[in-house]
T-cell receptor, first 117, second 111 residues
Framework: DSGVTQTPKHLITATGQRVTLRCSPRSGDLSVYWYQQSLDQGLQFLIHYYNGEERAKGNILERFSAQQFPDLHSELNLSSLELGDSALYFC????????????????FGEGSWLTVV | TQLLEQSPQFLSIQEGENLTVYCNSSSVFSSLQWYRQEPGEGPVLLVTVVTGGEVKKLKRLTFQFGDARKDSSLHITAAQPGDTGLYLCAGGGGSQGNLIFGKGTKLSVKP
């Protein structure tokens, strides 16, 4: 158990719909990262929040948005869903950010499996 | 753009064999992590290496970070079926402060 909690674990929804994925980081961690994993693309970095502020954006579509709340939990909102958005969405957390100090790394939750039909 | 290339992409071996998985980049990383992921689960951290030339051992697994901090290898001795999974390397320390992942090596160890 990494200490990172993600809900829901599985979600099936129709094209055009909107869903929200939730993440609670490990106790004390200020950074939350969202990654998308699909069969052909591997783990793709989406976005990073540190202490409530967006710190970096990766390959995140405009239809997707995220936020980190004062209690440090985070939500990833996916809207106007398409079939190609079906994937495993992972949240990860770390005390600071990767590179802040030598050896700092991130710990992953078990993922939210999204299926768009 | 920092990229990590892993090889081989797939590896199927018999129990008891040795194997090495490679992770290469043209970029320098301040640290490199290896993760193992099982189907439907999140990646689990195996090791972090931070110093060029560093070697770390975890039971039958040996991890090495290249002298120039651009590449790494994972060697498994006497593989067991329980080693089956997706092995991912990830580099950190870029300006954005997140991890960049390779696409992974899918290992299957047959009894």
């Amino acid at each position: 158990d990494s200490g990172v909690t993600q809900t829901p674990k599985h979600l099936i929804t129709a094209t055009g719909q909107r869903v929200t994925l939730r993440c609670s980081p490990r106790s004390g961690d200020l950074s939350v990262y969202w990654y998308q994993q699909s069969l052909d693309q591997g783990l793709q970095f989406l976005i990073h929040y540190y202490n409530g502020e967006e710190r970096a954006k990766g390959n995140i579509l405009e239809r997707f948005s995220a936020q980190q709340f004062p209690d440090l939990h985070s939500e990833l909102n996916l809207s106007s869903l398409e079939l190609g958005d079906s994937a495993l969405y992972f949240c990860a957390s770390s005390p600071l950010w990767v590179g802040a100090y030598s050896g700092n790394t991130i710990y992953f939750g078990e993922g939210s499996w999204l299926t768009v039909v | 753009t920092q990229l990590l290339e892993q090889s081989p992409q797939f590896l199927s071996i018999q129990e008891g064999e040795n194997l090495t998985v490679y992770c290469n980049s043209s970029s320098v990383f301040s640290s490199l992590q290896w993760y193992r992921q099982e189907p439907g689960e999140g990646p689990v951290l195996l090791v972090t290496v931070v110093t060029g030339g560093e070697v770390k051992k975890l039971k039958r697994l040996t991890f090495q970070f290249g002298d120039a901090r651009k590449d790494s290898s994972l060697h498994i001795t006497a593989a067991q079926p329980g080693d089956t999974g997706l092995y991912l390397c990830a580099g950190g320390g870029g300006s954005q402060g997140n991890l960049i992942f390779g696409k992974g090596t899918k290992l299957s160890v047959k009894p």
